[in-house]
């Protein structure tokens, strides 16, 4: 089984930057297409962004788009979400999830293997 910590949350204030690191523990980290997704506190769980098995292709929700960037050093097996421009709704706890094949994957069903999460919290 695939296991992903992740690491980087905390309190920042409206307007700052986070970034969020996910280590794998998988050998073949670049045969896994990798997301972030957010879950605040009642509401349901929601894609982020996406990155293939490469890295060469991303995609992103609308309400980070211009703002997050994702990316991957395959060499360290981690995934990277740059969080710039933060706003108070972005406050979340942040899961990083792998799923198995280097395309890009969108749908929380593509993911397999998930993180315990990390908390980012936006103040006003």
């Known amino acids: 089984q695939v296991q992903l910590i992740e690491s980087g949350g905390g309190l920042v204030q409206a307007g700052g930057s986070l970034r969020l690191s996910c280590v794998v523990s998988?050998?073949?980290?670049?045969?896994?297409?990798m997301g972030w997704f957010r879950q605040a506190s009642g509401e349901e769980r929601e894609f982020v962004a996406a990155?293939?098995?490469?890295?060469?292709?991303?995609y992103y929700a609308d309400s980070v788009k211009g703002r997050f960037t994702i990316s991957r050093d395959n060499a360290k097996n981690t995934v990277y979400l740059r969080m710039n421009s933060l706003k108070p709704e972005d406050t979340a706890m942040y899961y990083c999830?792998?799923?198995?094949?280097?395309?890009?994957?969108?749908?929380?069903?593509?993911?397999?293997?998930w993180g315990q999460g990390t908390q980012v919290t936006v103040s006003s």
């Open positions: 999830a792998a799923g198995y094949g280097a395309a890009l994957k969108v749908g929380s069903n593509s993911y397999t293997d």
């Open positions: 998988e050998r073949t980290f670049s045969n896994y297409g």
């Open positions: 990155i293939s098995g490469s890295g060469g292709s991303t």
